[in-house]
């Protein structure tokens, strides 16, 4: 299986921003460490960052034809990105929501997400791991 990472807004600052929150680990390291896991499986993955929503978007229709299936972690635009959620419902290829934090225990704003509906799934709340066991259970 071939798969896109996709980050959002604000991702680009994990492990100097909210460290008690997101951890100190930065997002190339935990790409890194994504990519390990999904050799060592024999899937591929690539990554992309943007805090650009029309980027996201962007790359989530270019995806249809190339990959199995994306992780999506939008950030704050998975609580009102109405333009991610059509990319989303446009296209074939699956998307397991993701966030490192548990979003349920946050501020009442992030209680919502506007995605989860026209994803596949949605995995919370274990820090990095929430990438590794989202891409999981697209083999499972």
């Known amino acids: 299986m071939k798969f896109l990472v996709l980050n959002g807004v604000n991702l680009n600052l994990t492990g100097r921003r909210e460290r008690d929150v997101y951890g100190g680990e930065s997002l190339d390291g935990i790409n890194a460490e994504l990519a390990a896991f999904a050799a060592a499986h024999g899937h591929e993955v690539d990554f992309f960052q943007s805090n650009l929503e029309g980027e996201i978007c962007t790359a989530i229709q270019k995806a249809e034809g190339t990959y199995d299936g994306i992780i999506l972690n ?55 791991h929430s990438y590794f066991l989202a891409m999981e259970s697209f083999w499972l």
């Open 74 to 128: 939008a950030g704050a635009f998975s609580h009102y990105s109405y333009a991610i959620r059509d990319a989303i419902a446009a296209v074939k290829v699956p998307v397991a929501e993701v966030h490192m934090s548990n979003v349920h225990a946050r501020e009442e704003f992030r209680h919502v997400s506007v995605l989860t509906e026209v994803c596949r799934g949605e995995v919370l709340g274990f820090g990095k």
